[in-house]
């Protein structure tokens, strides 16, 4: 069963702290995506990606970077949480096009005290 | 610019009976077009995707959906709802060969026994 995996599905970080999601795929997908989804805003892009070490900003990448040094995995990097980064973050693949939809993971709901 | 509308941001409806979620869009340019549904606590899941062809699309579940470009909407409907489908649906729409996806706000469908 192909899928994307996120590696923590609840976390708890301090504030100031830097934080690390992970996320991985094993389709072969070309693009990755970074999501988060908070209530009444639905889901706003972060940051994805086409290709192993390439990234582009998406509507709200401030206090957020990536990393993709491979094909299958890209981690959201927050490099120094603050209590309005809490949410429910997640992460999705696609081919090339995206013409066939996303591949979603299942999640990590994050909380920054 | 792509844009997503969804009119309703709850539905609630009785077990057994029909239920349409309403989605319409804007767009220059040809558009594919994708529902989604969330489950509580987990990522989000293709229901079914317009990519060309027949404007009525079947999905999973017993969910379809009806493209109609003169209106520009997509709506998503069930002739006989279960409480399992109780969830939120998300309509989402990739134009121009672009590989991102524009989600709208989502629609929380409530199933009442």
């Known amino acids: 069963d192909v899928k994307v995996t996120q590696s923590s599905r609840y976390l708890v970080k301090r504030t100031g702290e830097k934080v690390f999601l992970e996320c991985v795929q094993d389709?072969?997908?070309?693009?990755m995506f970074w999501y988060r989804q908070d209530p009444g805003l639905g889901l706003r892009l972060i940051y994805f990606?086409?290709?192993?070490?390439?990234?582009e900003k998406g509507d709200i990448p401030e206090g957020y970077s990536v990393s993709r040094e491979k094909k299958e995995r890209f981690s959201l990097i927050l490099e120094s949480a603050s209590t309005n980064q809490t949410s429910m973050y997640l992460c999705?693949?696609?081919?090339?096009?995206?013409?066939?939809?996303?591949?979603f993971g299942s999640g990590t709901r994050l909380t920054v005290v | 610019a792509q844009s997503v509308t969804q009119l309703d941001s709850q539905v609630p409806v009785f077990e057994e009976a029909p239920v349409e979620l309403r989605c319409n869009y804007s767009?220059?340019?040809?558009?594919?077009l994708f529902w989604y549904v969330q489950y509580p606590n987990q990522g989000l899941q293709l229901l079914l995707k317009?990519?060309?062809?027949?404007?009525l699309v079947k999905g999973i579940n017993g969910f379809e959906a009806e493209f109609n470009k003169s209106q520009t909407s997509f709506h998503l409907r069930k002739p006989s709802v279960h409480i399992s489908d109780t969830a939120e649906y998300f309509c989402?729409?990739?134009?121009?060969?672009?590989?991102?996806?524009?989600f709208g706000i989502g629609t929380k469908l409530q199933v009442i026994p």
């Open positions: 999705a693949s696609s081919l090339k096009g995206g013409f066939g939809g996303y591949t």
């Open positions: 990606s086409y290709d192993v070490k390439m990234k």
């Open positions: 989402a729409l990739n134009s121009g060969g672009y590989q991102k996806v524009t």
């Open positions: 767009s220059s340019v040809s558009v594919y």
């Open positions: 317009y990519l060309s062809g027949s404007t």
């Open positions: 389709m072969d997908h070309e693009n």
